[in-house]
């Protein structure tokens, strides 16, 4: 089975600080993660995915991730938060054999970047 | 439209009724997917098409719930005598292809079931 734990429920950051959102996960075999943000009353977005390569991926709005295998972490980060970052961030696996079709999400940090 | 569109966006329906959820993909993509979104909760898997049949429904909650997929385009998710329990944000999502290494899934706004 897979699983995904968002540790943190609430992060808050003040404007143009940087933003961490942690993101662990379980599976078998390689991982494929994923970051997708939800605004309100609106789809969720794709942000960014790791499939293979370089551990650290670059995706929408200058939003990364890193991928560490070691730790089973693959947390946001963001240089410069803005307040339009604000929303709900879920945190997704998917197993690369079997279930690679079948996304499993973490419950979601929510995101308050503060003026 | 361009998107994934489901309708309706919202739905109240009382205890023990029969509901149908549309989903409409984006054109041309063969991969299409249901999740559940409880209050408070991460989106759950429900059931994947590709194309016309269901091609790994192991997240359907038991056999109240089915969905179909029949010309590979529009899906409807139908639950029959529904529960307070099943009240949630019911969400679509298509893909160009199964198999996410190589895509990504667009997700549709959702529909909100309240049963009462």
């Known amino acids: 089975a897979q699983s995904v734990a968002q540790p943190e429920d609430q992060v808050n950051v003040a404007e143009g600080n940087p933003l961490t959102v942690k993101c662990t996960y379980s599976?078998?075999?390689?991982?494929?993660l994923f970051w997708y943000v939800q605004y309100p009353n609106r789809g969720l977005q794709f942000l960014l995915k790791?499939?293979?390569?370089?551990?650290l991926v670059k995706g929408s709005y200058g939003f990364e991730a890193e991928f560490n295998k070691s730790q089973t972490s693959f947390h946001l980060k963001k240089p410069s938060a803005l307040v339009s970052d604000s929303a709900l961030y879920f945190c997704a696996v998917s197993g690369s054999s079997g279930s690679a079709r079948q996304l499993t999400f973490g419950s979601g940090t929510q995101l308050t970047v503060l003026p | 439209g361009a998107g994934v569109s489901q309708t309706p966006s919202n739905k109240v329906t009382e205890k023990g009724k029969y509901v149908e959820l549309r989903c409409d993909p984006i054109s041309g993509h063969t991969a299409l997917y249901w999740y559940r979104q409880s209050l408070g909760q991460g989106p759950e898997f429900l059931i994947y098409?590709?194309?016309?049949?269901?091609?790994?429904d192991s997240g359907l909650p038991n056999d109240r719930f089915f969905a179909v997929r029949p010309e590979g385009s529009v899906s409807t998710l139908k639950i029959q005598r529904t529960e307070r329990g099943d009240s949630a944000v019911y969400l679509c999502?298509?893909?160009?292809?199964?198999?996410?290494?190589?895509?990504?899934?667009?997700f549709g706004q959702g529909t909100r079931l309240t049963v009462v």
């Open positions: 599976v078998s075999g390689n991982p494929y």
């Open positions: 790791y499939i293979t390569g370089d551990n």
């Open positions: 999502a298509s893909s160009p292809s199964g198999g996410l290494m190589n895509t990504e899934a667009f």
């Open positions: 098409f590709q194309g016309t049949g269901a091609a790994d």
